[in-house]
């Protein structure tokens, strides 16, 4: 009786083994399918990642998130503050200042960053962006006293002349770039950029004041000389944070 009850045992012992060797071979499969080789190493570097831009564009920042080692979607905006003042410029005789300024030129972008080379951060980068705001304003205005004939005009009796370029809408957007990947020991990377926006095409006015208000009948001119006024360059810097 005993060595019947001692045989019953060995089997359904032997019975679970073999059981729990099958089951444990179907989870292996499983999750071998589940998790790609790919996904996982994403996730070793940071599939996530937030950094801060600084370029052409202006001020930013981007939100990316790799699908798998060679394809990353980036999310992001930036805005422009920019003003400058050029001088020694002339209107035909007359010695000018010209100041130029951006107008809250504000934009945000969705890019794809495809990775060709496995274990290279050289990417090349095509998108869309879309420019909430994006209008140029350049003012031209004496920088002295003008002599017509016996005639003396100050600077403030002569006037000014401003032309305006408005490319609010949806621009293309094509770059190339390099990633200094982050790792998991040191999550932060640098990346630099290089492409362009091809922007609308902009809506171009110009306007003036006093004895330049003329200009204005010089608008269609204007119009025609700017339409082609539509590559946008950036070159940028950013500074991210991998997790």
């Not at 790799?66 to 050029?86: D, E």
Request: one cysteine or more.
């Amino acid at each position: 009786m005993i060595k019947k009850c001692m045989f019953l045992i060995a089997c359904l012992l032997s019975a679970n083994a073999m059981i729990f060797a099958q089951v444990n071979a179907v989870t292996s499969d499983s999750v071998a399918v589940a998790v790609p080789d790919t996904l996982h190493r994403a996730a070793i570097r940071g599939a996530n990642k937030v950094a801060v831009i600084i370029g052409t564009q202006g001020l930013g920042l981007d939100v990316s998130r790799k699908v798998n080692s060679f394809l990353a979607i980036r999310l992001g905006g930036s805005y422009l503050p920019f003003s400058t003042t050029v001088k020694g410029t002339a209107l035909g005789d007359i010695n000018t200042n010209v100041k130029v300024k951006s107008k809250d030129f504000v934009n945000a972008h969705l890019v794809a960053d495809f990775y060709p080379f496995k274990k290279a951060g050289f990417r090349l980068s095509p998108g869309i962006g879309y420019f909430f705001h994006a209008k140029g304003e350049a003012k031209i205005t004496p920088d002295a006293n003008y002599k017509w004939n016996d005639v003396t005009l100050t600077p403030e009796q002569i006037g000014s002349s401003t032309g305006t370029l408005d490319w609010n809408g949806v621009a293309a957007f094509a770059s190339a770039g390099y990633d200094f990947k982050a790792t998991r020991k040191f999550p932060v990377s640098i990346s630099l950029e290089l492409g362009s926006y091809y922007l609308p095409a902009p809506e171009a006015h110009m306007t003036g004041e006093k004895l330049l208000s003329e200009n204005s009948s010089n608008e269609a001119q204007f119009r025609r000389n700017t339409k082609n006024y539509r590559w946008l360059p950036v070159l940028q810097l950013s500074l991210g944070y991998a997790f």
